[in-house]
């Protein structure tokens, strides 16, 4: 254990989805604004090892970060509200914890004894809590589930047990709660927090702080008769309402003293927040002047939590350019030649997301087919710059039946193909993959350079020669189809490896703005520092509304 590291240790009760993400990202950003430096920790009670293979609609988005881990969407909303650095440390799951003491036990590291939850498991999440400790001089740690889960029981032991370890004034628990509004009885109802930090206290832990979601600012009374109940102290009791935009809570949680209260109960000095420019960046998402509406054509379009950086990036790309972004979720499996111009011509910019799977794939060549013809400006993310590239060879080469080997494995032209060997920038060596390898671990994944070509959109957006974005994809722009691309079809490669191996952005010239990538510029969208190729997508539709 690190030495003068405090812990903050998040949980959530009554329901789901009461945003413990948010809460925990808010917290580190406010704790932040007074000169302290945090990191942010997942620990998810689910037995997947990483949530790499699970499903989007079940688990939303599959957030990446520099060093390939492939994580919880919270980890997104963590990297978006602080500055902390991120890695494969910082999201462990029941599955990724019993994996390595499964492994520990097989090469007999303990030494013949009986392997138990209590101490082994608990004793491999504090240890895996410390792994982050070094980072900052706060540490939050935010339990995934609700409390009652039998799944989280593990996780919420070994945090009971930390504070033993670390010293109590090295440790807060903040358990978030939910304080509904009965509208029939005219009032709020305190009964289910009760009820959840009784729960919390039968297995040994007693919150410091209680913040509760509700619609409506608690009275002193009521937060009195919750201090009473839940055995915490009169002044730690938080209303948590809810807001029209996620980049207000840190706001919302520093007029009701959160920050005050939780440096009190840690025993540490630190400045008052400083928080002009975020009120500043709120205030531009919230009062925006101009309007632009942008089609998002994809597979997962029910649901926004599978799309939660590239929603929030596009946020930040319309308040820099003092926009509020429309979306239009487009199904791409309803698309046809047919319905393209009536459907995407209420948009006045074409997005198209990365994916898996071969469901849509035609309607998204659809689309990119529609957004180069009618010169509408057109953002290919990953899977969609593979979509554009596919479309170009199609209908501009002539190559009909041009594919990536992902959903025709026999294709004559795979334009987009597994390249087997080729020169890892991160791990420094040559990497191989085949047809056979391993779902999940076999992907491009984390950070990697690309090189930016003058004169180029690309070039236009960043202002750098060299910059350094994530990807997590297995199919590549085949090499053998650039020339023709580059010269017969005007194809653009303003972005490419540093061995110029691996094609990263392709362009198209005569454009008001045409640009594919392969990597994931949203992971690195923030609210205050809007990504440069969603600034100029977004700028670039705003000027096709206009026409
Ligand atoms: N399915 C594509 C690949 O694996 C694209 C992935 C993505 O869009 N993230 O290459």
């Known amino acids: 254990?690190?030495?003068?590291?405090?812990?903050?240790?998040?949980?959530?009760?009554?329901?789901?989805?009461?945003?413990?993400?948010?809460?925990?990202?808010?917290?580190?950003?406010?704790?932040?604004?007074?000169?302290?430096?945090?990191?942010?920790?997942?620990?998810?009670?689910?037995?997947?090892?990483?949530?790499?293979?699970?499903?989007?609609?079940?688990?939303?988005?599959?957030?990446?970060?520099?060093?390939?881990?492939?994580?919880?969407?919270?980890?997104?909303?963590?990297?978006?509200?602080?500055?902390?650095?991120?890695?494969?440390?910082?999201?462990?799951?029941?599955?990724?914890?019993?994996?390595?003491?499964?492994t520990k036990e097989r090469k007999g590291e303990y030494l013949g004894g009986t392997v138990q939850v209590i101490p082994h498991i608990t004793d491999e999440i504090k240890q895996s809590i410390c792994l982050v400790s070094d980072d900052a001089d706060v540490v939050i740690v935010e339990i995934g589930g609700t409390i009652g889960d039998i799944e989280s029981l593990p996780f919420l032991e070994a945090i009971r047990q930390f504070r033993a370890d670390a010293g109590p004034s090295n440790v807060v628990y903040i358990h978030l709660t939910l304080v509904p509004y009965i509208k029939t009885a005219c009032e709020v109802k305190t009964k289910p927090t009760q009820h959840s930090v009784k729960e919390l206290r039968s297995i040994g832990i007693q919150p410091d702080i209680l913040l509760c979601r509700t619609e409506r600012y608690l009275s002193q009374e009521i937060k009195a008769k919750i201090a009473l109940f839940c055995n915490v102290d009169a002044d730690a009791v938080f209303t948590a309402k809810d807001v029209d935009c996620i980049y207000e809570v840190p706001l919302v949680y520093n007029q009701e003293g959160l920050g005050d209260k939780i440096l009190k109960k840690l025993n540490i000095w630190a400045r008052a927040p400083r928080l002009e420019e975020w009120k500043e960046v709120v205030e531009r998402l919230k009062n925006p002047r101009f309007e632009v509406n942008i089609a998002i054509v994809g597979k997962y379009v029910d649901l926004t939590e599978s799309y939660k950086s590239l929603n929030e990036a596009l946020a930040h790309g319309g308040a820099a350019n003092d926009a509020k972004v429309h979306l239009q979720y487009v199904d791409s499996t309803m698309l046809t030649e047919d319905n393209v111009v009536e459907v995407l011509s209420k948009s006045d910019g074409v997005l198209v997301p990365g994916g898996f799977g071969n469901r849509g794939i035609e309607g998204k060549i659809i689309a990119v087919k529609y957004a180069r013809e009618h010169k509408v400006p057109f953002f290919g993310i990953c899977l969609g710059m593979q979509m554009a590239v596919i479309e170009i060879a199609r209908h501009v080469l002539g190559l009909e039946e041009a594919n990536s080997q992902e959903f025709d494995p026999h294709t004559p032209d795979p334009v987009i193909y597994l390249m087997k060997e080729w020169y890892d920038e991160r791990t420094r060596q040559i990497e191989r993959r085949d047809e056979d390898s391993d779902k999940g671990g076999t992907m491009r994944l984390g950070a990697y350079p690309c090189e930016l070509e003058p004169d180029t959109f690309a070039m236009k957006a960043y202002k750098e020669e060299k910059i350094s974005e994530r990807h997590r994809h297995r199919f590549e722009f085949n090499n053998a189809y650039k020339d023709r691309l580059v010269n017969e079809a005007d194809l653009v490669i303003s972005g490419t490896s540093p061995d110029h191996e691996l094609v990263e952005i392709v362009e198209l010239k005569d454009h008001p703005w045409y640009l594919g990538c392969q990597f994931h510029p949203e992971f690195k969208s923030k609210p205050g520092k809007p990504h440069p190729l969603f600034r100029d997508f977004i700028k670039a539709s705003m000027k096709n509304a206009r026409k």
């Open 1 to 102: 254990m690190a030495k003068n590291t405090k812990y903050i240790f998040v949980t959530g009760g009554v329901l789901s989805s009461l945003g413990k993400g948010l809460a925990s990202a808010a917290i580190g950003m406010l704790l932040e604004s007074r000169g302290l430096s945090v990191t942010i920790q997942k620990l998810d009670p689910y037995i997947n090892v990483d949530p790499g293979t699970m499903n989007p609609f079940q688990h939303g988005e599959v957030y990446v970060t520099d060093d390939g881990a492939e994580t919880d969407l919270d980890l997104g909303h963590y990297e978006r509200f602080t500055n902390a650095k991120l890695g494969k440390n910082n999201n462990f799951t029941t599955g990724k914890i019993y994996d390595q003491v499964i």
